[in-house]
């Protein structure tokens, strides 16, 4: 009987922890982005006094050097007192709005709150599966965290290599259009031709488009032969009888993730400049 108790009461006792330290990084969580925050107003409010001292200082000086003659200086003490007057509203609703605990209190605050977590982070020891399950939400963060990462430079990167193949196109027939005053329609069309092929040639090289299409078709086929078989029970799938369908579904699922593996490093090296990789299994030349 003591047995029985004792397993529910370290259950209980393990729910407790987890959920005492969920409540705290939440907490922290929480105190973090306040801290944020703070550091952010705190920092736009320097910026605003930044601002408006330079605006009073630019108006007095102005004033001193054209007192003489008041139509120069008016309208440049116009301006910089309405600068003054925005940046200092600024600065003031900046400040007013951080509160009554200063910035210093809470990350005191913030630092004690993360050594509890610390704390009770190193004294609960979860099960293995809890610890596999968290590690597999982890992964999953990490993963798109990584990919908006990548989406992100990917973006930067193509938007200023467009610029430099388009400014090099454009530098071209910015060259070819020295045609001494003579525009003739001949002449206009042989530069758009010239213009519109190497741009279409840059892309082309850059972006390789054909290679891309081929990879992706022979990926596709390749799923989709392996789904036939899987269904026809033929191939890789012909010795897994009636009883053994969850054995033939990993199979299955272990083959289609090697196409996919396969068709993401080929992905990644197209990605790559010419001099450094080259993807395996070129398609053919048309």
Known sequence: MQKRCSAPNKQETADNERTTLRNLRQIVRNMERGVTRRRRRRFHQFVMLLIAAAAFLTGALWTALFWGSPSEFVRVDIVCGALLLLSGSAAF??????????????EEALETNRDSLRFLSALYHPTVKERRSLYREDVAGVIEQHRTDSRKYRRVHNTLQNLIMIGSASTTVVAALDTRNQYTWQNITIVSIGFTVTVAAAFTGYYKYRERSYFLLQTADAIEEEANAFTLGVGPYSDFGADQEQQALKLFTQRVEEH??????????????????????QPPAA
């Open 93 to 106: 609703m900046a400040g007013r709005g951080q509160g009554s605990v200063t910035l210093g209190e809470l």
């Open 260 to 281: 996919r593996n396969e068709q993401r490093r080929r992905q990644q090296q197209l990605d790559q400049p010419a001099d450094q990789a080259a993807p395996s299994g």
